[in-house]
């Protein structure tokens, strides 16, 4: 695994790249079917050469990882895991291929949505919401370009409900910045999402695939 600095050269290696970006749950099993979930969609990712990029730790994070290192053909796919200092003192997983390592969630966060070109939010908890709200208003605020934020997974329709029930019915929002969300149910639903991003941001940059 290579762990990144700041200033290293090697961080060339992870601006490359069409990169899709998970988050999730560290609690969630390998034997749950939304562990399975995420899986199957990272290893669909690798398989396409495009990197993917999660917090590095266990759960849908290892999910993913694991997922893409399956389905990944060359060595210039990378799993990229930006990890973070805790307490607890969570472990990366084994399947990353590149390491960042941050002591604060901001800046973090900020590197998340520097690397995304599209962002997949799977099951989870606080980290999982904060990650999902700060992204949505990055995109809504046009502080990055408009990338697709994907809700995969029944648990996310409720939450969607409710927002267009009081943010948006008491005006603190406008329907322009729901549109910015995508509810699927499954990994294929995400992948064609997914898809499509990438062959929309090929034909603005040169990306490598």
Same mark, same amino acid.
């Given at each position: 695994?290579?762990?990144?600095?700041?200033?290293?050269?090697?961080?060339?290696?992870?601006?490359?790249?069409?990169?899709?970006?998970?988050?999730?749950?560290?609690?969630?099993?390998?034997?749950?079917?939304?562990?399975?979930?995420?899986?199957?969609?990272?290893?669909?990712?690798?398989?396409?050469?495009?990197?993917?990029?999660?917090?590095?730790?266990?759960?849908?994070?290892?999910?993913?990882?694991?997922?893409?290192?399956? %389905? #990944?053909?060359? &060595?210039?796919?990378?799993?990229?895991?930006?990890?973070?200092? =805790?307490? @607890? !003192?969570?472990?990366?997983? +084994?399947?990353?291929?590149?390491?960042?390592?941050?002591?604060?969630?901001?800046?973090?966060?900020?590197?998340?949505?520097?690397?995304?070109?599209?962002?997949?939010?799977?099951?989870?908890?606080?980290?999982?919401?904060?990650?999902?709200?700060?992204?949505?208003?990055?995109?809504?605020?046009?502080?990055?370009?408009?990338?697709?934020?994907?809700?995969? %997974? #029944?648990?996310? &329709?409720?939450?969607?409900?409710?927002?267009?029930?009081?943010? =948006?019915? @008491? !005006?603190?929002?406008?329907? +322009?910045?729901?549109?910015?969300?995508?509810?699927?149910?499954?990994?294929?639903?995400?992948?064609?999402?997914?898809?499509?991003?990438?062959?929309?941001?090929?034909?603005?940059?040169?990306?490598?695939?």
């Amino acid at each position: 695994m290579v762990k990144i600095k700041k200033g290293n050269s090697k961080k060339k290696l992870i601006d490359t790249n069409f990169k899709v970006t998970i988050f999730g749950s560290s609690r969630i099993k390998e034997g749950d079917i939304r562990y399975k979930q995420i899986k199957n969609l990272a290893k669909m990712i690798g398989k396409r050469g495009m990197d993917i990029v999660t917090g590095g730790g266990p759960g849908m994070m290892k999910a993913a990882s694991e997922g893409h290192r399956i %389905g #990944k053909k060359n &060595k210039k796919t990378h799993t990229i895991g930006l990890a973070i200092k =805790l307490a @607890n !003192k969570q472990k990366t997983n +084994k399947y990353v291929d590149i390491e960042e390592k941050f002591t604060r969630f901001s800046n973090r966060l900020d590197e998340f949505m520097l690397l995304s070109n599209a962002i997949v939010v799977s099951p989870g908890g606080v980290g999982t919401l904060l990650e999902f709200f700060y992204s949505w208003q990055l995109v809504q605020t046009k502080q990055v370009y408009n990338i697709p934020i994907i809700l995969l %997974g #029944k648990e996310w &329709k409720e939450l969607y409900r409710w927002i267009k029930k009081y943010p =948006l019915k @008491n !005006k603190f929002l406008d329907q +322009k910045d729901i549109n910015l969300l995508v509810l699927v149910n499954d990994a294929h639903e995400a992948i064609k999402i997914i898809d499509k991003t990438y062959e929309e941001c090929k034909k603005r940059n040169n990306l490598s695939k």
